[in-house]
Nanobody, 127 residues
Framework: QVQLVESGGGLVQAGGSLRLSCAASGRSFSFSDYAMGWFRQTPGKEREFVGVIKQRGESTYYGESVKGRFTISRDNAKNTVYLQMNSLKPEDTAVYLC??????????????????WGQGTQVTVSS
């Protein structure tokens, strides 16, 4: 059974920073075989693509709304992916979820193409 567990969410003032982590585990799960993505979701809306990192960390890309403010990294030795969020805005408030996908390009930006998901962590940005 594959588990993805996010952590690091919380309440922060606008302009502040947070770093989210997503730890992966599972006997049959080879972390380095998957691109790892971050999405976010608010009530009543579809999951919004935040960004994704390739299997060995050699490439990343981001959604337009976070480009230049958020950075994804990964540590394959620790089976963990990170999302560094800087210059946070109130509109960044959401539940942030990590996922694992085998694919790149438009596949990696599409939530329904993901194989595994975490439960999410709440990020709240106050004005």
């Amino acid at each position: 059974q594959v588990q993805l567990v996010e952590s690091g969410g919380g309440l922060v003032q606008a302009g502040g920073s947070l770093r989210l982590s997503c730890a992966a585990s599972g006997r049959s799960f080879s972390f380095s075989d998957y691109a790892m993505g971050w999405f976010r979701q608010t009530p009543g809306k579809e999951r919004e693509f935040v960004g994704v990192i390739k299997q060995r960390g050699e490439s990343t890309y981001y959604g337009e709304s976070v480009k230049g403010r958020f950075t994804i990294s990964r540590d394959n030795a620790k089976n963990t992916v990170y999302l560094q969020m800087n210059s946070l805005k109130p509109e960044d408030t959401a539940v942030y979820l990590c996922g694992a996908v085998q694919g790149w390009g438009s596949v990696a930006a599409t939530a329904k193409r993901y194989d595994y998901w975490g439960q999410g962590t709440q990020v709240t940005v106050s004005s």
